[in-house]
């Protein structure tokens, strides 16, 4: 299940808020568990979307995950733009890409490590590392295609600042709209 509650609907492309605010659901749920198959279809697109995000043959697999992900009765993710560090759509084309990535990439950890369900801290860093990492391969893809916002993460990714600016990021967030 998609929670949007948290999520900053002014920095959102209207064609994303339209997926992920407005879709109907694609399947009648019957039971309280999403398949294993479907999990595992899940997973396995999130991994092709981080490492080829702008592929335009994985558009189709996109909106499967994003309709599965609000369909899915036993997984859910809170998205808060905050822990992006305030990439924009005014400020990065690719903006669209990365916050599908970052929503995705919280629901595969869930389902990696059914563990951590209720874990936040855990979801939303493994949210942005996920989301960091489509980045990467969209600079690879188009080196002069860059965001000032995503780049001062990758710094304090790579100064092991990450975790901290994540869950302080999110509690701003939680406090924001008095979750």
Not at 83 to 94: D, E, I
């Amino acid at each position: 299940m998609l929670q949007t509650g948290w999520m900053r609907i002014a920095t959102l492309p209207t064609a994303l808020l339209t997926l992920l605010a407005c879709a109907t659901p694609a399947f009648a749920q019957t039971s309280a568990h999403s398949s294993p198959e479907d999990r595992q279809r899940f997973v396995s697109i999130e991994q092709s979307l981080e490492h080829d995000p702008l592929n335009p043959s994985l558009r189709d697999d996109r909106k499967w995950a994003i309709q599965w992900l609000i369909d899915a009765p036993d997984v859910s993710v809170n998205v808060c733009l905050d822990p992006l560090g305030g990439v924009s759509g005014k400020n990065y084309a690719h903006t669209p890409e990365i916050v599908v990535q970052y929503t995705v990439a919280m629901a595969a950890f869930i389902i990696q490590n059914p563990g951590k369900s209720n874990d936040p801290d855990a979801q939303q860093l493994a949210g942005v590392e996920g989301a960091l990492s489509a980045y990467r391969s969209i600079r690879t893809a188009q080196p002069d295609d860059t965001s000032p916002a995503l780049e001062k993460l990758l710094g304090m990714q790579s100064r092991g600042e990450l975790p901290d600016f994540v869950r302080k990021a999110f509690l701003r967030c939680i406090a924001k709209d008095g979750k």
